[in-house]
């Protein structure tokens, strides 16, 4: 079955408008986990006659108007903030920060994390893939397309200091890359928006990174996603890895609008095993653009404002004459040994969904488990993030990312 590309199958809501997952809850860390991929399975299926194929989607209607306006919290989640990941080529530091899981430990009201507070730099071991890094002063007269990451009156909850007692040993866990959004040229890891995304990945069980990388104009293609290469290298450095107790095996990666662009190129960059060097075991992307060519043009209304933000990444005149273009679009990375995506659009935005419904078309075209959910309405990147939407991109996490319940080391 391949229906119109333009629309997709609607099957409404999981679960019932302004309705929240119980607090006892869990995903990776219990036996729910073949439930839920089967019910979801079961749901597509009845609900559509056939598997989801081509650009098929689920499409829900948002409860509320998304992260903005019930920006969550986490006081219990610990956040070790401006760990060096690297240097760039330039001799820029690469900073990132941590959010680390509360792991309940199997004695009464005790938590504990086994992770230090040392905020040093582990060393850089990462190489740059043979990218070069060239730089650019550009045209920063471009419109502002951001994901809205730059303003918010929400007030960040205090950094926490992770309780340390290395008398515990913890299983390890999976661990996610988180990537800001901001059109490549703006963002922060610790603005509060991301640093409530870097929270709650956390508070579903992973080690989440919230990572800077070198922003346009003065840094352009491929300097951002040769750092976010560097960051994923850097949790499978064996001393992280300890430190932070993380599955080395069991990495993923969530970004958003510009941040979607990167990880979903980190996902379809490289072939082979997604446990080795700046390979990721799982993707979700919301809003990301995919085809940066003269040829994205035609996917949809690209506005001129938002051309001009990509020459100024992409460090060209004009999309006719700009080899880098194409490198820069994972649209034309899809290869059948990448991994799983859960990839979420809006149908009205900034970005045209023609962006993700051709990348989800190749994706499954090559064999890759992908989820597609749309949402009706304008909101971009992370302003989809409602509890509904949290709990989905939450459950892809935990099918994808399957590890030992969290806890000690007996």
């Not at 960059?269 to 979700?284: F, K, M, P, Q």
């Given at each position: 079955m391949r229906p119109s590309r333009l629309r997709t199958a609607r099957l409404g809501s999981l679960r019932p408008a302004n309705s929240s997952r119980p607090a006892d809850s869990s995903r990776p860390h219990t036996g729910r986990i073949?439930?839920?991929?089967?019910?979801?399975?079961?749901?597509?299926?009845?609900?559509?006659?056939?598997?989801?194929?081509?650009?098929?989607?689920?499409?829900?209607t948002p409860s509320g108007t998304g992260l903005y306006s019930e920006l969550a919290t986490y006081p219990d989640i610990p956040v070790?903030?401006?760990?060096?990941?690297?240097?760039?080529s330039d001799g820029t530091p690469l900073m990132l920060d941590v959010c680390l899981p509360a792991t309940v430990v199997d004695t009464a009201d005790s938590t504990t994390d086994g992770s230090t507070t040392d905020d040093s730099a582990t060393g850089d071991s990462a190489t740059d893939d043979g990218a070069s890094d060239d730089t650019s002063t550009g045209d920063d007269s471009a419109a502002d397309i951001s994901d809205g990451s730059d303003t918010t009156t929400a007030t960040p909850s205090p950094t926490a200091t992770p309780d340390t007692d290395t008398s515990i040993a913890l299983k390890p866990r999976a661990a996610i890359v988180s990537v800001h959004g901001g059109s490549w040229a703006r963002g922060d890891k610790s603005n509060v928006n991301w640093r409530s995304v870097c929270?709650?990945?956390?508070?579903?069980?992973?080690?989440?990174?919230?990572?800077?990388?070198?922003?346009?104009?003065?840094s352009i293609f491929p300097s951002a996603i040769t750092d976010i290469r560097k960051a994923v290298r850097w949790l499978r450095d064996a001393d992280v890895v300890a430190k932070y107790s993380i599955n080395p095996d069991l990495i993923g990666a969530f970004g958003g609008s510009a941040g979607g662009n990167l990880v979903s190129l980190l996902g379809t960059e490289g072939t082979g095993d997604l446990d080795r060097g700046s390979r990721?075991?799982?993707?979700?992307?919301?809003?990301?653009?995919?085809?940066?060519?003269?040829?994205?043009?035609?996917?949809?209304?690209?506005?001129?404002?938002?051309?001009?933000?990509?020459?100024?990444?992409?460090?060209?005149?004009?999309l006719a004459d700009c080899p880098r273009a194409r490198t820069a679009s994972p649209?034309?990375?899809?290869?059948?040994?990448?991994?799983?995506?859960?990839?979420?659009?809006?149908?009205?935005?900034?970005?045209?969904?023609?962006?993700?419904?051709?990348?989800?078309?190749?994706?499954?075209?090559?064999?890759?488990?992908?989820?597609?959910v749309t949402v009706d309405g304008t909101l971009h990147s992370i302003a989809m993030l409602n509890a509904e939407m949290r709990d989905r991109i939450a459950d892809f996490f935990a099918a994808?990312?399957?590890?030992e319940v969290p806890g000690v080391v007996p």
């Amino acid at each position: 079955m391949r229906p119109s590309r333009l629309r997709t199958a609607r099957l409404g809501s999981l679960r019932p408008a302004n309705s929240s997952r119980p607090a006892d809850s869990s995903r990776p860390h219990t036996g729910r986990i073949a439930s839920i991929a089967g019910a979801l399975t079961a749901l597509l299926f009845v609900a559509t006659g056939c598997s989801l194929t081509g650009s098929d989607s689920e499409t829900l209607t948002p409860s509320g108007t998304g992260l903005y306006s019930e920006l969550a919290t986490y006081p219990d989640i610990p956040v070790v903030e401006n760990v060096q990941y690297g240097v760039a080529s330039d001799g820029t530091p690469l900073m990132l920060d941590v959010c680390l899981p509360a792991t309940v430990v199997d004695t009464a009201d005790s938590t504990t994390d086994g992770s230090t507070t040392d905020d040093s730099a582990t060393g850089d071991s990462a190489t740059d893939d043979g990218a070069s890094d060239d730089t650019s002063t550009g045209d920063d007269s471009a419109a502002d397309i951001s994901d809205g990451s730059d303003t918010t009156t929400a007030t960040p909850s205090p950094t926490a200091t992770p309780d340390t007692d290395t008398s515990i040993a913890l299983k390890p866990r999976a661990a996610i890359v988180s990537v800001h959004g901001g059109s490549w040229a703006r963002g922060d890891k610790s603005n509060v928006n991301w640093r409530s995304v870097c929270q709650w990945l956390a508070s579903e069980g992973y080690v989440a990174v919230s990572v800077n990388y070198r922003l346009a104009p003065a840094s352009i293609f491929p300097s951002a996603i040769t750092d976010i290469r560097k960051a994923v290298r850097w949790l499978r450095d064996a001393d992280v890895v300890a430190k932070y107790s993380i599955n080395p095996d069991l990495i993923g990666a969530f970004g958003g609008s510009a941040g979607g662009n990167l990880v979903s190129l980190l996902g379809t960059e490289g072939t082979g095993d997604l446990d080795r060097g700046s390979r990721v075991a799982a993707v979700a992307e919301l809003s990301g653009p995919t085809d940066l060519t003269e040829n994205g043009r035609d996917l949809g209304i690209l506005s001129d404002e938002f051309e001009q933000v990509q020459l100024q990444y992409l460090g060209c005149g004009n999309l006719a004459d700009c080899p880098r273009a194409r490198t820069a679009s994972p649209l034309y990375d899809v290869d059948d040994t990448d991994p799983p995506f859960f990839v979420g659009h809006s149908i009205d935005e900034r970005i045209p969904i023609e962006q993700s419904e051709a990348f989800v078309e190749e994706l499954r075209d090559e064999g890759i488990d992908t989820t597609f959910v749309t949402v009706d309405g304008t909101l971009h990147s992370i302003a989809m993030l409602n509890a509904e939407m949290r709990d989905r991109i939450a459950d892809f996490f935990a099918a994808k990312l399957v590890t030992e319940v969290p806890g000690v080391v007996p």
